[in-house]
C-alpha cells in the first residue's frame, strides 16, 4: 500500500486548503483513514480519522474548523481545513489502517502547510 499525499501549500490565517490522500492499494474502502500533523520541535499530533463507514474522529484543536471525507471510488480522503490559524503551520500526514491491510498502518510522506498572520 502506497499513500500520497497532496494539496499543501501556503495559506494566510482565515484562509482555506483541501489535502488529499490517495491510496494505492486494493480494499481502500474497508480500513480507516486518518490525518495527523507535525510541526517543529513538537510531537505527531492526531488531526483527524474517518472510519470505514464513514464515521469521523476530530482532535480537539481542529473540531468545527476540519472537515475529513472520503470518497472509496478514488481511494481518496480529503481534509478540508477552514479558519486557519499560523498554529496549523506543519507537515500533515495521512495514515490508513484496517482489514484491507491486515491491521498493520502505512504511512504517506506528507505536505507542508504554512499559515501565515
Do not use: H
Not at 469521523?56 to 472509496?72: A, E
Amino acid at each position: 500500500v502506497q499513500l500520497q499525499a497532496s494539496g499543501g501549500g501556503l495559506a494566510q490565517a482565515g484562509g482555506s486548503l483541501r489535502l488529499s490522500c490517495v491510496s494505492s492499494g486494493s480494499g481502500f474502502s474497508k480500513n480507516s483513514m486518518g490525518w495527523y500533523r507535525q510541526a517543529p520541535g513538537k510531537q505527531r499530533e492526531l488531526v483527524g480519522t474517518i472510519a470505514s463507514d464513514g464515521t469521523t474522529n476530530y482532535g480537539d484543536s481542529v473540531k468545527g474548523r476540519f472537515t475529513i471525507s472520503r470518497d472509496n471510488a478514488k481511494n481518496t480522503a480529503y481534509l478540508q481545513m477552514n479558519s486557519l490559524k499560523p498554529e496549523d503551520t506543519g507537515v500533515y500526514l495521512c495514515n490508513t489502517v484496517g482489514i484491507a491491510t491486515s491491521w498493520k498502518f502505512y504511512w504517506g510522506q506528507g505536505t507542508q502547510v504554512t499559515v501565515s498572520s
